[in-house]
Nanobody, 124 residues
């Protein structure tokens, strides 16, 4: 059974940093495209960053230069380093997985597996 478990969320002041983690199990991790999505209250879930199984990346315009997606195949873990956080980054953050062959995309329907989410909130 494929499982994705996010962690690392919390309260953070504007300008601060957080690193989210997504621990994956139940499949050959290195052969998947992975993505981070977020959903704020009253808004649709949106793509934040995605990474392909060979390492190509894609970022939403709103986070370019501030967020970095990476993965550690040996640890079966996906990361999202978030710097210079803004109040508008407040949301529930989800990781998602799409088995290869796959493309680096923000199309939610292409992702087969989702985690339960971790909350990032503005503490100001």
């Amino acid at each position: 059974e494929v499982q994705l478990v996010e962690s690392g969320g919390g309260l953070v002041q504007p300008g601060g940093s957080l690193r989210l983690s997504c621990a994956a199990s139940g499949y050959t991790y290195s052969s998947y495209c992975m993505g981070w999505f977020r959903q704020a209250p009253g808004k649709e879930r949106e793509g934040v960053a995605a990474i392909g199984w060979v390492g190509s990346t894609k970022y939403a315009d709103s986070v370019k230069g501030r967020f970095t997606i990476s993965k550690d195949n040996a640890k079966n873990t996906l990361y999202l380093q978030m710097n210079s956080l803004k109040p508008e980054d407040t949301a529930m953050y989800y990781c998602a997985a799409d088995p290869a062959p796959c493309t680096v995309t923000f199309a939610r329907t292409t992702y087969n597996y989702w985690g339960q989410g971790t909350q990032v909130a503005d503490s100001s």
